[in-house]
């Protein structure tokens, strides 16, 4: 799906399923069109790594990262891969979308 509305912030599903099947069934009951990383796709694990987010029946395939939390898990990303808001679940539950996160600039594709 594009960004042809000009959204300035996306959200990009990671699942922890355990098969393409079931991702498939999760996201069209809970989250319908939203981006997703495709379930074979290597970028899934890595972004599981790379932030420490995945569920606790993944930590055996990653023995050397260390998990800092499980699902669901938000963390807000900038443009370049960084790391700008581990807590986004909570950050969300508490006070709603931040308007440092709605005026995010993301590259073109």
């Known amino acids: ?26 996201m069209e009951e809970m989250h319908g069109d939203w981006l997703r990383v495709p379930f074979d796709s290597p970028l899934r694990d890595g972004l599981k790594q790379k932030y420490g987010c995945f569920g606790a029946k993944e930590q055996p395939l990653w023995p050397g990262v260390k998990r800092r939390n499980g699902i669901p898990s938000l963390v807000v990303v900038g443009p370049g891969g960084e790391e700008l808001e581990f807590s986004g679940v909570d950050v969300l539950s508490k006070s709603g979308v931040p308007e440092a996160w709605s005026k995010m600039a993301w590259p073109a594709a």
């Not at 042809?4 to 990009?12: A, I, Y």
């Open 1 to 26: 799906m594009a960004n042809e509305d000009e959204k300035t912030f996306e959200v990009v599903f990671v699942s922890s399923d355990e098969s393409a099947a079931a991702q498939a069934g999760y």
